[in-house]
């Protein structure tokens, strides 16, 4: 992180985001992002990662009340944009 202005307030250097979509015949699935907290140079799937390397990142554990062998495929999984497009048309 960090500090800026006259107080040294914390600014993070990077943020995520997770999207996390249940489609009626595949299941549950999800994409993760983790981007720099600044202007974005590169399109958006350059910066797709796995839910695990966030958690890693952040401590926190997401997607906690699927059964283990779910959350394990979908968290060490880096989905595609083409995947998630593909699974939400169908």
Avoid: C
């Avoid at 906690?64 to 048309?89: G, H, R, V």
């Amino acid at each position: 992180m960090d500090r800026i202005g006259i107080n040294k307030v914390w600014v993070p250097t990077h943020f995520y985001k997770i999207i996390v979509f249940d489609h009626l015949h595949k299941g549950i699935n999800a994409m993760a992002f983790k981007m720099p907290h600044r202007k974005l140079e590169e399109k958006l799937f350059s910066y797709l990662t796995t839910i695990d390397s966030i958690e890693i990142l952040t401590g926190l554990d997401f997607l906690n009340e699927l059964p283990d062998s779910i959350e394990d495929k979908i968290e060490s999984t880096k989905l595609w944009i083409s995947d998630f497009w593909d699974t939400a048309q169908e």
